[in-house]
């Protein structure tokens, strides 16, 4: 049987991924600037960037130091739903608004996502 999360663990990893996003975020834009050219960096760099700002706005709700630390399930899903609205509102405003090249906004986005749920799956065990 596994020991109940504290606030403490969870504020520890949730605090380091929007910054570990948007190192990854980097190293992938950096890769399309050589591979593809300046455009291609700044939509798969602006693609990491709406998932950072998710992570973030996740790691805010959890992290909130005005709620009940014994709500921590409920924090997380919360966290959750405003996390998807926030990456569904940004990511309507970056294809309706900007030029962005499709594939690069969404790999560059996969990738930083992808980070978000390994630090979780290894970091809670």
């Known amino acids: 049987m596994?020991?109940?999360l504290t606030l403490k663990e969870v504020k520890k990893t949730v605090i380091k991924i929007p910054i570990y996003q948007l190192l990854i975020g980097l190293l992938i834009a950096t890769l399309f600037y050589f591979l593809q050219?300046?455009?291609a960096a700044f939509s798969?760099?602006?693609?990491?960037?709406v998932s950072a700002l998710g992570s973030l706005a996740f790691t805010l709700i959890v992290c909130w130091p005005f709620g009940n630390p014994e709500s921590l399930v409920g924090r997380m899903v919360k966290g959750e739903v405003i996390k998807f609205v926030v990456i569904g509102l940004l990511f309507y405003v970056a294809l309706t608004n900007?030029?962005?090249q499709l594939m690069p906004l969404l790999i560059g986005f996969i990738a930083t996502?992808?980070?978000f749920w390994v630090a979780l799956l290894t970091s809670f065990k």
Not at 44 to 49: F, I, K, N, P, T
């Open 2 to 4: 596994t020991e109940p």
């Open 37 to 39: 050219g300046d455009t």
């Open 44 to 49: 798969a760099g602006s693609g990491a960037l």
């Open 98 to 100: 900007y030029a962005f």
């Open 113 to 115: 996502l992808l980070a």
